[in-house]
């Protein structure tokens, strides 16, 4: 004789949906994406280039069919002024904000003057396309021919750093 098969749990059915109701979403899948070798290019809204930038690889996080997260490692920046090369940026990654129209650059982020190859040094540089200007953060340095000041905490200058200043002197000159 067989024995009666018995079987228990300890959950309930999962609810079935209404009639009516969709069933909820399900989380779009996340991936991501390493490249090679990169090339971006950015343009002011008056034709004119903006910036240039390489970078050896980057990593883009996507979850469904949009990118959420993009980093790019080891980069090198050319900004331009007038179609010409005004300054390097070289720094650890760097992240680009198409929306706000500003390059962020994170990790030992050195600035050359191809003018006169004066330098400014940070933990950080934003870079704001529009208004043509460099904002530097962290243990700030400025190096030129004979002299150089900082750390300092914040500087900003613009394109080729032939102009330099404190957020607050630098407003008071706008």
Same mark, same amino acid.
């Given at each position: 004789?067989? #024995?009666?098969?018995?079987? %228990?749990?300890?959950?309930?059915? #999962?609810? #079935?949906?209404?009639?009516?109701?969709?069933?909820?979403?399900?989380?779009?899948?996340? $991936?991501?994406?390493? *490249?090679?070798?990169?090339?971006?290019?950015?343009?002011?809204?008056?034709?004119?280039?903006? /910036?240039?930038?390489?970078?050896?690889?980057?990593?883009?996080?996507?979850?469904?069919?949009?990118?959420?997260?993009?980093?790019?490692?080891?980069?090198?920046? *050319?900004?331009?002024?007038?179609?010409?090369? #005004?300054?390097?940026?070289?720094?650890?990654?760097?992240?680009?904000?198409?929306?706000? =129209?500003? @390059?962020? @650059?994170?990790?030992?982020?050195?600035?050359?003057?191809?003018?006169? =190859?004066?330098?400014?040094?940070?933990? =950080?540089?934003? /870079?704001?396309? *529009?208004?043509?200007?460099?904002?530097? *953060?962290? =243990?700030? $340095?400025? &190096?030129?021919?004979? %002299?150089?000041?900082?750390? @300092?905490? &914040?500087? %900003?200058?613009? $394109?080729?750093?032939?102009?330099?200043?404190?957020?607050?002197? %630098?407003?008071? $000159?706008?």
């Amino acid at each position: 004789m067989a #024995a009666p098969l018995l079987a %228990w749990g300890c959950g309930s059915p #999962a609810p #079935a949906a209404k009639a009516g109701e969709k069933e909820p979403e399900k989380p779009a899948p996340r $991936r991501a994406i390493d *490249t090679g070798p990169v090339t971006i290019e950015g343009q002011l809204p008056n034709g004119e280039k903006s /910036y240039a930038l390489k970078s050896p690889g980057a990593t883009f996080d996507i979850e469904g069919d949009k990118r959420i997260q993009s980093g790019l490692k080891d980069v090198e920046v *050319t900004i331009f002024e007038a179609n010409k090369p #005004a300054s390097v940026i070289r720094a650890d990654s760097a992240t680009i904000d198409k929306t706000n =129209q500003k @390059l962020v @650059l994170v990790g030992k982020v050195v600035v050359t003057s191809q003018r006169d =190859q004066a330098t400014l040094r940070a933990n =950080q540089i934003v /870079y704001r396309e *529009t208004m043509a200007r460099v904002e530097a *953060t962290g =243990q700030v $340095r400025l &190096e030129q021919k004979g %002299w150089s000041m900082g750390p @300092l905490p &914040e500087l %900003w200058a613009n $394109r080729d750093l032939s102009r330099v200043a404190t957020p607050k002197a %630098w407003k008071e $000159r706008e």
